[in-house]
């Protein structure tokens, strides 16, 4: 009764967009697909709602040969990064659009839009036009027209990531509301997103999807903390995991001019080289530390994002306040070496502070 | 400098205004005066420098045997075969765009790009050049000197025209439009017609005008093609202009042959000025 997705791949030219995807969707759960931009995330949704036929592999839903099915026929919704909404329709027409098509009852119909404006907060808005609507408006339009059909897939590609700041995060609060509240429990909901922090907040079951290919599955919460591949820790962290080269010697950790004391999750490694990773956020200014150059210094809301240098490693740095600082500015900071990670050389972890499950 | 840059561009427009507006004028009032007004001295202002008369514009519907020139029957022939042609090159343009826009096609080396080029090829070559083609084809096929096949011709003229406005501003509209008409439970014909047409109408009303424009003002196939039995305004125009026809006549034809054209500029042009034409999508 799942949506079950075997080896699916999808290669229109040279290159692959998915290749061998597969996945097994429960019912009534969230999946989010983490990736960055081009990483296949759109091409993957697409496959599901019936726009992109893939080359090969299969995929079913409730024991029917779903590539069969044509796009018009699978009770799908989707929801676009663009706001796509029928700019001849005012917003009711727009929501009713999906349930005319289907011929749903006119009181059910009436009872069905009234309930998904309701929860995407657009009551009153009925007979507006789209043109008249705000940027988040319209993906709010969109959004309910997902929602008043009541299909059994809900698609979702980056839905936030054209709105400005402010409204990202308040539609992002809502948006969990809605997910948490709004669907019912034999919905599948697939949501794809470039923002980790949107996956952590969501905190469904998570792909991460790069060049066509799933690198790992699982809980919002093990992808945080063991990220299998340095790849994973890169895709899976904003800013990115600062990675180091370095070797281990016994109970010393040194990159290219630092040294510092190896911690205890790290006692089963071997002596030899490592990429080390470490967040951004775990890098604390210390007049006890290491001394950095500044190469930049942004302030984003209430953070500050340092990017230091010294000979040729490069870290940044996540301070959770507003400073100034100065380029070329000398500042000393220290690692928290209970929060390093070990990857090998072929690039896997080996050892997390939050111990790995696997080899 | 900004004041003479003012005064340069405000004299050139209006120079291009009065090169533009005077024949009109002069045509208006040649078309309300008489013999005497025109032979006698220069005359311009109706009731102040001479007397209007309707006579002019009444030799136009009578017929040739009351001393008449009768343009009624060219003028109805000519909205018709315009109107006709424009609707069906319409039609068939917009779907053939539609697919160009939306489908990819391979035929050998043939691409989509090559088929929208094809199109608007019929339009390069010099109308000449399809003349002695056009001539033996509808010989042959019966329809030479007839209505039918001067509609038939037209089409092959200005579809091309609509093909190539459509393409571009199918182009234009979000793929994601369509697909989520599908996704919404249309077929790829609803989609088109419930989703994508209602949201072309501006795209519509270009190509449409385009279209009017010039199958109303073509004269070399119009020309051609027809002999005693069927005759297109244009070419009875230009038969007027000839010592028997009065010059109050010549100026009434002229002005009632171009009054369509001034109906459908204003019409649009007020569509243009509410930005209707570029706001429907975004």
């Known amino acids: 009764m799942n949506l079950i997705g075997e080896n699916i791949t999808y290669k229109p030219d040279d290159q692959f967009h998915l290749n061998g995807v597969s996945f097994n969707f429960k019912k009534g759960n969230l999946y989010t697909i983490l990736g960055r931009t081009l990483s296949g995330k759109t091409t993957f949704l697409k496959t599901i709602a019936g726009l992109l036929n893939p080359d090969s592999g299969n995929l079913s839903f409730e024991d029917n040969d779903f590539i069969k099915i044509p796009v018009w026929e699978r009770n799908v919704a989707m929801v676009y990064q663009q706001f796509i909404n029928y700019p001849h329709l005012n917003v009711y027409e727009n929501i009713i659009f999906p349930l005319k098509q289907r011929k749903i009852g006119e009181d059910q119909i009436k009872k069905d839009v009234e309930e998904a404006l309701k929860t995407v907060g657009l009551v009153g808005f009925e007979n507006r036009k789209i043109q008249e609507l705000s940027g988040g408006q319209q993906q709010r339009v969109a959004l309910a027209r997902s929602l008043a059909k009541k299909a059994k897939i809900l698609l979702l590609d980056e839905p936030l990531v054209n709105l400005d700041y402010k409204l990202r995060e308040q539609l992002r609060e809502e948006f969990k509301r809605i997910f948490t509240q709004g669907l019912s429990e034999d919905t599948i909901l697939i949501y794809s997103t470039t923002d980790p922090q949107e996956v952590m907040e969501l905190n469904g079951e998570v792909i991460v999807l790069d060049e066509g290919k799933v690198l790992q599955k699982g809980p919002a919460k093990e992808i945080f903390e063991n990220p299998r591949t340095l790849k994973v820790a890169e895709i899976s962290n904003d800013p990115p995991m600062n990675i180091l080269r370095g070797t281990k010697n016994s109970e010393k950790l040194s990159f290219e001019n630092i040294s510092i004391n190896s911690p205890s999750h790290f006692k089963n490694l071997s002596d030899q080289g490592y990429n080390f990773g470490i967040r951004a956020s775990e890098i604390k200014l210390d007049d006890q530390g290491e001394e950095f150059e500044i190469e930049l210094a942004e302030i984003s809301g209430s953070e500050t994002l340092l990017h230091l240098k010294k000979g040729d490693s490069k870290v940044i740095v996540l301070i959770e306040e507003v400073m100034n600082f100065k380029i070329h500015e000398k500042v000393k900071i220290k690692f928290n070496e209970n929060k390093l990670y070990a990857f090998d050389q072929n690039e896997e972890l080996v050892s997390s502070p939050y111990g790995v499950s696997h080899g | ?282």
């Open chain 2, 1 to 282: 400098m900004e004041k003479l840059y003012k005064f340069l561009k405000y004299t050139f427009i209006i120079l291009w205004t009065v090169f533009i507006v005077a024949p009109f004028l002069w045509a208006i009032s040649t078309s309300f005066k008489d013999f005497q007004s025109v032979n006698s001295k220069v005359t311009y202002i109706p009731w102040l420098d001479f007397e209007p008369t309707l006579e002019g514009w009444r030799v136009l519907v009578k017929s040739p045997a009351r001393g008449g020139v009768d343009i009624v029957e060219p003028y109805f022939n000519s909205l018709f075969v315009t109107c006709t042609a424009s609707l069906i090159s319409i039609v068939l343009g917009t779907l053939a765009a539609y697919a160009l826009s939306r489908f990819t096609f391979k035929a050998g080396f043939v691409r989509n790009n090559d088929i929208t080029f094809f199109f608007i090829s019929q339009r390069i070559m010099p109308p000449i050049v399809l003349s002695i083609p056009f001539f033996i084809f509808l010989s042959t096929i019966g329809l030479l000197d007839s209505l039918i096949g001067l509609v038939v011709v037209y089409i092959v003229l200005l579809m091309p025209i609509a093909v190539w406005i459509m393409v571009d501003f199918f182009n234009r509209v979000p793929k994601e439009l369509d697909e989520t008409a599908l996704i919404d439970g249309c077929n790829p014909y609803q989609a088109f017609y419930k989703v994508v047409l209602p949201n072309s109408i501006p795209g519509l009303i270009v190509a449409g005008m385009f279209c009017i424009i010039f199958g109303w003002i073509d004269f070399f196939f119009a020309f051609i093609l027809t002999f005693t039995e069927v005759q297109l305004l244009p070419v009875k125009v230009v038969a007027l202009n000839s010592s028997i026809t009065p010059w109050w006549s010549l100026s009434a034809s002229a002005l009632i042959s171009v009054a369509p054209l001034i109906i459908v500029a204003f019409v649009v042009e007020r569509y243009l000025s509410k930005g209707n034409l570029s706001g429907a999508l975004k």
